[in-house]
């Protein structure tokens, strides 16, 4: 069955600090998707990268950066130079292809990052 | 990205009465949406898969009479929780799917 772990609950760093946030995922599926969303206060999901099964470039987006790991199956999140503003619960997903053919997302537990001045 | 909006953001309601919760496709349009429950402090759990014009799929253990998910057109899903009870408080996070999934911004029911 799929399955996303995200074994940190909660993360505490100081301002400028960096941090990463694991996020391992379990699949039979050949061709899949993972992707990371931050979930301020607010509620409302952020969207912040999706990667196909098939690309394991890591790639940076300013101070965020992505290793995707097909070996460990596992897709981590670093921020670099933490701000205050980072702070948030972040979730990782694993998208799963149904027989009707829409993708179902799985969703992690998260992880409760925050970054102190 | 396809934009969804949801409306009301927040509800407050009495023990046994029903809520309705719309969730719009602002610009394009969705033959399926999702709708996901976030207990606090907890992930987003699917409750459903809601397709235009066909019956939702639910997921299991989710009673399906209690949570009605009504998609009657490509551009709007209506979930509306029946006989809402104190349990029933949470955040309801409806999807498209275009490729990918795009939320909406949540509705935070408080049943008293």
């Known amino acids: 069955a799929q399955k996303v772990t995200q074994a940190q609950t909660e993360i505490s760093v100081v301002e400028k600090e960096d941090v990463t946030l694991d996020c391992v995922y379990e699949?039979?599926?050949?061709?899949?998707?993972l992707f990371w969303y931050k979930q301020p206060p607010s509620g409302e999901l952020v969207f912040l990268i999706r990667?196909?099964?098939?690309?394991?470039q890591n790639e940076i987006s300013g101070r965020y950066s992505w290793n995707f790991q097909k070996s460990t199956s596992s897709f981590n999140f670093t921020i670099t130079a933490s701000q205050v503003v980072d702070s948030a619960v972040y979730f990782c997903?694993?998208?799963?292809?149904?027989?009707?053919?829409?993708?179902?997302?799985?969703f992690g537990t998260g992880t409760r990052l925050k970054v102190l001045a | 990205g396809a934009v969804v909006s949801q409306h009301p953001s927040w509800v407050i309601c009495k023990s046994g009465t029903s809520v309705k919760i719309e969730c719009r496709s602002l610009?394009?349009?969705?033959?399926?949406m999702f709708w996901y429950r976030q207990f606090p402090k907890q992930s987003l759990m699917l409750m459903a898969t809601?397709?235009?014009?066909?019956?939702?799929?639910?997921e299991q253990g989710v009673e399906k009479d209690k949570f009605l998910i009504n998609h009657a057109s490509l551009t709007l899903s209506t979930l509306t929780v029946t006989s809402a009870h104190p349990e029933d408080s949470s955040f309801y996070i409806c999807?498209?799917?275009?490729?990918?999934?795009?939320f909406g911004p949540g509705t935070r029911l408080t049943v008293l």
């Open positions: 809601s397709n235009e014009g066909s019956k939702a799929t639910y």
């Open positions: 997903a694993l998208s799963e292809d149904t027989t009707s053919g829409t993708y179902k997302y799985i």
């Open positions: 699949t039979r599926d050949t061709t899949y998707y």
């Open positions: 990667r196909n099964s098939f690309d394991e």
């Open positions: 610009d394009f349009q969705a033959t399926t």
């Open positions: 999807s498209l799917e275009y490729n990918e999934q795009f």
